[in-house]
């Protein structure tokens, strides 16, 4: 078998495309009643610390806990609801305190494959 053909059967298996629908299941009320909440002036942080992949993404300018504590100052705001944006992992979510909505980026369906990093 050639080199080409090998390829071809390894990676274009189209069966296992056809079953991916692209639709989101997401469920928020089994995530909350995991998560740890943090009520702060303008946010509220949920946290599920079990689902870390310690990529870092919340330790920007004093860490998504402290900013959490300071979001009545806008740029402490802003920079927590970034971090919360750039977890990777799923374990942040944070609310808007004065409407009770999620805040939660705008992102076009996809699937990614992340390499996780090694645990300590």
């Known amino acids: 078998m050639s080199l080409r053909a090998v390829q071809r059967q390894i990676f274009c298996q189209y069966s296992r495309r056809s079953a991916f629908q692209g639709h989101r299941d997401r469920q928020l009320g089994a995530y909350l009643s995991l998560a740890e909440e943090l009520t702060e002036p303008e ?27 300071h979001s009545d100052y806008p740029k402490a705001r802003h920079i927590a609801i970034e971090e919360v944006a750039n977890c990777n992992s799923g374990r942040l979510v944070a609310f808007d305190k004065t409407i ?10 996809s699937i990614a494959v992340v390499e996780e990093p090694l645990r300590r």
């Open 100 to 109: 009770g909505e999620l805040i939660e980026p705008e992102f076009e369906p």
């Open 43 to 69: 946010l509220i942080l949920d946290d599920v610390s079990g689902l870390c992949s310690y990529a870092g993404m919340c330790s920007r300018a004093g860490g998504i806990r402290e900013l959490t504590l």
